[in-house]
């Protein structure tokens, strides 16, 4: 039996540990494998550009495809990575732990340190999409890739999946050490799950204003309005969207608990 998982892990690390494995995790790993063929695609393309360039018919279109392609894979492959548990990680106590302890870091280390700076990476990344978009951006070379938008938005995209990849893996662990209703996943997600309302909160606040506002008034006047402000509390000081986060965060989580003592009423 071990010697037929070592024969799977070679060829198919997602294959291991798969009776474990929920929908999202299952979805995670199809996702990836399609990508993989990204991976011997490049290969072809570098080896092309290398006997190209030394025949003196360099081709600058091939250069950018590399990137392209390297940049898809290795954005996927985390999300991969993520539900094989097959990133680098130093085990050198983990691996003495009992099983409810190791169930406990892995939750710790996906919705308290991964998952919120994923959702910050997509945050980020949405306005870096946008502005190419609308530049309509290109590649720096006349030869090469052109319509390079299409990538910066693939990288945006990626980071749901990674999103949805941690969320998956979350849900998994968190099915070993209790029944994983949605009020306990938003809860012992908090962090993440604060993030994503204050993710959600922010942009409803601020797209209301954008539609409700004369058009003459500019997208940084809107940031300034005074919702985006903050509260002095002596020498801190707290923004009014953080506080309203806050309240939602509470709110929905204690709707779901509800939700499901309703469910499990009727």
Same mark, same amino acid.
């Given at each position: ?34 990508? #993989? ?6 290969? @072809?393309?570098? $080896? ?21 392609? %390297? ?25 003495? !732990? ?15 340190? +991964?998952?919120? =700076?994923?959702?910050? $990476? ?12 609308? #530049? ?13 938008? @299409? ?17 998956? &893996? %979350? ?16 809860? %012992? ?9 204050? +993710?959600?909160? !922010?942009? #409803?606040?601020?797209? !209301? ?36 986060? =806050?309240? $939602? ?6 709707? &779901? ?10």
């Amino acid at each position: 039996m071990k010697e037929v998982e070592e024969i799977i892990q070679l060829s198919d690390p997602g294959e291991v540990g798969r009776a474990e494995h929920n929908r999202g995790d299952r979805i995670s790993v199809v996702i990836s494998n399609f990508f #993989a063929w990204l991976f011997p695609i490049l290969m @072809i393309a570098i $080896c092309s550009q290398v006997v190209l360039r030394s025949s003196g018919f360099n081709q600058a279109w091939l250069d950018d495809l590399q990137w392209w392609l %390297y940049g898809a894979a290795v954005l996927i492959g985390i999300g991969y990575a993520v539900t094989t548990n097959s990133h680098v990680r130093v085990d050198i106590f983990y691996d003495h !732990y009992s099983t409810s302890r190791k169930n406990r870091i892995e939750i710790f280390g996906l919705v308290w340190l +991964l998952l919120p =700076f994923v959702l910050m $990476c997509w945050d980020v990344t949405v306005h870096y999409a946008i502005s190419s978009v609308q #530049a309509w951006e290109g590649s720096d070379s006349p030869n090469g890739l052109h319509n390079l938008w @299409i990538l910066k938005v693939f990288m945006n995209l990626s980071f749901i999946f990674i999103a949805f990849a941690v969320w998956s &893996a %979350y849900v998994r662990y968190l099915s070993k050490m209790t029944r994983p209703v949605l009020w306990k996943q938003l809860l %012992y997600a908090f962090p993440s799950t604060m993030f994503g309302v204050n +993710l959600v909160t !922010y942009y #409803a606040i601020w797209w !209301y204003l954008r539609l409700t506002t004369p058009a003459e008034v500019t997208d940084r006047e809107i940031s300034r309005n005074g919702i985006f402000g903050h509260l002095e509390l002596g020498v801190e000081e707290i923004k009014y969207t953080i506080i309203i986060t =806050f309240i $939602c965060t509470i709110l929905l989580i204690l709707g &779901a608990r509800l939700l499901d003592r309703g469910e499990r009423g009727a």
